[in-house]
């Protein structure tokens, strides 16, 4: 099975023995409650992914071949195989295309499946696994900044007399 | 009713938008409502957890956690955000704000499934677009409801995102009329006032420009500046050098109840700002009777109404601001008539009661105590 990206300048083919790695030099990423929360530290763009696309990521982020996510993905969530090797290629490519992973070269290092097949069922529906995007991050940040040295002011509120 | 209020800047921060979060908060809270406020630090050094008044304060440091590479302290910040939710169980989530920090409420959602109510009255937010892939259009596609404190700020976030318009409300931002009496402006000699947070939005520069075109021509005519900010020291370094820093004072930080007796002082007050998406210093002049002259920009023409409780100008120009106050002092019995009807008006516009109503049957209508609004 192959997936096209949409690269203009070099397009790139997605197979399932295809394999990424997490660009650690551009990306911060921490799975907080299954939510995938990524940041691009070149751009201060913020995603974030939650259920099926956090495990996605997870499991990428790892090196597992697409092939194995997919299975992965359909043992935990229950659903065809045909959703689940859309959905993660999809995914795949998106998150390629943000330079959030990189298409990896060689052989994947080996994995212990096993373990997190341990995890069992998945407690919630599979829905189709979306990244959240959040372009707007660093300019709101650059927009509406803290104020450093202003002074700590002695307001108590208007008519509250410390009460509000 | 649980009410999580979020807003970045909260009591001790001061300007027009935290006055009115603290007067509704208080006046809420007489009602019945239970609140609990989710702010940021914001750089001044405040304990994380306060009170105002009655009402717990949490104040978190958001800006500093969404610096890229602080992923620690994000997924610190958003930890608490989450025992906060779950322990406060709020029915309503109302973010007064349309900033950064709102991702932390996106993204703690399912902590605890409440209604999410979102008052947009920051234009500076609006204007870095992002497109649907952004914190601003998640926010105000997720809300259950929107309210818009102008009409002008109804018309900016509609244009970006179209698809909201069956959810929203204009609330027109209110002010508590102050209490300080009202008497008529003197001119003699001639005052200005300009009130707000001394940053280059505001167009204090502006003013001095246009007040350096006065002086020669009204003796003794003074302007105040009133208020602190970033540019508080370029803004005076400014005025000596255009020559009028012998009359012009630098009034500094002022208390929010001492405002009322300083803008009383003024024959006009001047709101030369670039931008607004309401007015509230406009608004505040109303209420005290003073006639204004502003920019004819966002939210000010709304409450300005030109050449009948004030005076409307093309942005950004210093002479067409200094015609205008010019008219005002060239006639003060023309510009004490305008600021009369400028506080007619804003009794009957701009009711604190009513905003205040609006909001108390707002809460009712989003967590079902009221039938006619579907929470998502």
Redesign the interface.
């Known amino acids: 099975m192959t997936f096209t990206l949409g690269f203009v300048e070099r397009k790139q083919m997605l197979r399932s023995d295809s394999w990424l790695v997490f660009n650690e030099e551009e990306v ?3 799975v ?2 299954g ?1 995938a ?1 990524i ?3 070149e751009s ?1 763009m ?1 995603y ?1 992914m ?1 259920g099926a696309g956090a495990d996605i990521w997870s499991l990428l982020s790892e090196g597992i071949t697409l092939g194995q996510v997919q299975t992965a993905i359909t043992s935990r969530y229950g659903v065809s195989a045909e959703d689940a090797a859309h959905d993660v290629e999809r995914l795949a490519a998106q998150l390629i295309e943000e330079r959030l992973l990189r298409l990896a070269e060689g052989a994947p290092k080996p994995i212990d499946m096993a373990a997190w097949a341990n995890g069992g069922p998945a407690t919630q529906p599979y829905s189709t696994p979306e990244l ?6 660093a ?3 650059a ?18 007399d ?3 | 009713m649980k009410v999580l209020y979020w807003a ?1 800047g909260f ?4 300007g027009g938008i935290e ?1 009115r979060a ?2 509704l ?2 006046d809420l ?1 007489a009602r019945g409502h239970e609140y609990t406020v989710v702010a ?7 304990p994380d957890v306060d009170r ?4 717990p304060v949490h104040r978190f440091h958001f ?1 500093e956690a ?4 602080k ?1 620690e302290l ?2 610190e910040v ?2 608490e955000i ?1 025992a906060l939710k779950r322990s406060f169980q709020p029915d309503l989530v109302h973010a007064d704000l349309l ?2 920090s709102l ?1 932390f409420h996106l ?1 703690t959602r ?2 605890h499934r409440s209604a999410f109510l979102l008052t947009v009255q ?1 234009h ?2 609006l ?5 649907t ?4 259009y ?1 926010a105000l596609e997720a809300a259950d409801w929107v309210t818009f404190c102008s009409k002008f700020m109804r018309d900016e976030t509609l244009r970006l995102v179209p698809d909201i318009p069956a959810r929203n409300t204009l609330i027109p931002n209110a002010i ?1 009329v102050p209490e300080a009496s009202v008497a008529a402006p003197s001119f003699a000699p001639p005052r200005l006032v300009c009130v707000g947070r001394m940053d280059r939005r505001k167009g204090f520069d502006i003013a001095l420009k246009a007040f350096s075109r006065l002086i020669d021509r009204y003796s003794g005519i003074r302007l105040a500046l009133v208020g ?3 540019v508080l020291a370029e803004l005076k370094s400014f005025a000596v050098e255009l020559g009028v820093a012998g009359s012009v004072d630098f009034a500094g ?1 002022v ?3 001492n405002v009322p007796a300083l803008m009383s002082e003024a024959s006009v007050v001047v709101v030369p700002s670039r931008l607004e998406a309401f007015g509230l210093t406009a608004l505040e002049a109303a209420f005290l009777a003073r006639p204004v002259v502003a920019f004819a920009v966002g939210g000010l023409t709304e409450v300005v109404e030109d050449g009948r409780t004030g005076y409307l100008v093309p942005p950004d120009s210093d002479m067409r601001l200094a015609e205008a106050i010019a008219r005002m002092l060239d006639d003060p019995a023309a510009a004490t008539k305008m600021g009369a009807e400028a506080r007619s008006l804003a009794i009957r516009q701009f009711s604190w009661q009513r905003h205040v109503d609006s909001y108390d049957d707002l809460y009712a209508r989003l967590c079902g105590e009221k039938a006619d609004v579907t929470v998502r």
């Open positions: 911060a990423a921490k907080m409650d939510e929360i940041i691009n530290l201060g913020y974030s939650d959240n995007a959040y372009r707007d991050m300019d709101l940040l927009l509406d900044p803290p104020m450093p040295g202003l002074r700590a002011t002695p307001w108590q509120g208007p008519e509250t410390g009460n509000a | 970045d009591w001790p921060h001061i006055v603290a007067n908060l208080g809270s940021a630090h914001l750089g001044l050094d405040l105002f008044g009655d009402i800006w969404l610096q890229p590479g992923l994000f997924a958003r930890r989450v900033g950064p991702l993204l399912n902590a920051q500076g937010s204007t870095v677009g992002g497109g892939d952004s914190v601003l998640r508590k602190d900010g970033p930080w208390s929010p109840e």
